[in-house]
């Protein structure tokens, strides 16, 4: 049943997403809050998807981005015991919209909180990341796993624009290797830990359609995303703060050069 998800998706980025791929017109651009922009495109895709997944599995709850946007209350779904769909129809809406820089289609599905699948669709070179809790992960469904790193000499995502400056400061300073200005695309930075692109990224805002699909990928495919404190990612508790790595060596290396932020996010209002 669930191998309908894929189609859809692809379907869905058929339809509604490339089809306004460097097409926007202004009036389908715009603001939903400080630094933070929708398309027409996003709730086209979101539209489609939330009744093509419901369809797949009658009885299950969807929660979408934009959704979440209009009613914040539909955030309570994901304490359920029931299968809930998280669902990010755009993910790097600002790189979507500049009609330059990595978007993704996000779609995790949840019991009782924890993500059990996950789909990370890349429109523009139609690369699909898939995995199941305990049953691996895969990219076109070629088994997926991550290289070997080397925690003296690293390169990851340390994002200015979202990070507090404190902790870029530290990071800057703590002799990480190559520092990354971050994606502006949260679903392609867990796709290119495990391909080795880079070796691990720091989030700040941590919403559950953003990291539910990439932090399950990234743990079946032997990497680790935690919380600054060690705690595992949750998609139920949206504290401020994840670390994202190839592995628990380079989890702990990264974590170290920061361990003066730990324990203090809170969440995003």
């Not at 998800?5 to 097409?23: D, E, F, G, K």
């Not at 139920?236 to 730990?262: F, H, I, K, P, S």
Request: glycine share 10%.
């Amino acid at each position: 049943m669930l191998a309908e998800v894929a189609p859809l998706i692809r379907r869905t980025a058929q339809a509604v997403v490339l089809p306004y791929y460097r097409r926007l017109a202004a009036a389908d651009i715009r603001a939903k809050g400080v630094g933070d922009i929708v398309t027409v495109a996003d709730h086209l895709a979101e539209r489609m998807l939330t009744d093509g997944l419901r369809e797949i599995l009658p009885g299950s709850r969807v929660v979408g981005e934009e959704a979440v946007s209009d009613d914040p209350t539909v955030l309570d779904a994901l304490r359920g015991a029931g299968p809930v769909w998280l669902v990010d129809p755009v993910d790097g809406t600002a790189n979507f919209a500049a009609g330059a820089g990595a978007f993704m289609m996000l779609i995790a599905l949840l019991r009782a909180g924890a993500p059990e699948q996950a789909w990370l669709f890349d429109p523009l070179t139609d690369a699909m990341a898939t995995a199941s809790r305990g049953g691996g992960a895969f990219v076109d469904e070629a088994p997926a796993r991550v290289a070997p790193v080397s925690a003296s000499s690293l390169r990851g995502a340390v994002s200015a624009r979202s990070l507090p400056s404190r902790i870029v400061a530290r990071a800057r300073a703590g002799g990480l290797g190559e520092l990354l200005p971050g994606l502006r695309c949260t679903g392609r930075e867990y796709p290119d830990i495990v391909s080795g692109a880079q070796d691990f990224a720091m989030f700040w805002w941590t919403q559950p359609w953003d990291h539910a699909a990439g932090s399950l990928f990234l743990a079946e495919a032997g990497g680790v995303a935690r919380r600054l404190d060690g705690a595992p990612y949750d998609p139920t508790d949206n504290r401020q703060g994840l670390l994202a790595a190839a592995d628990e060596t380079v989890w702990r290396r990264v974590r170290d050069v920061v361990a003066d932020e730990v324990g203090q996010g809170r969440p995003k209002p």
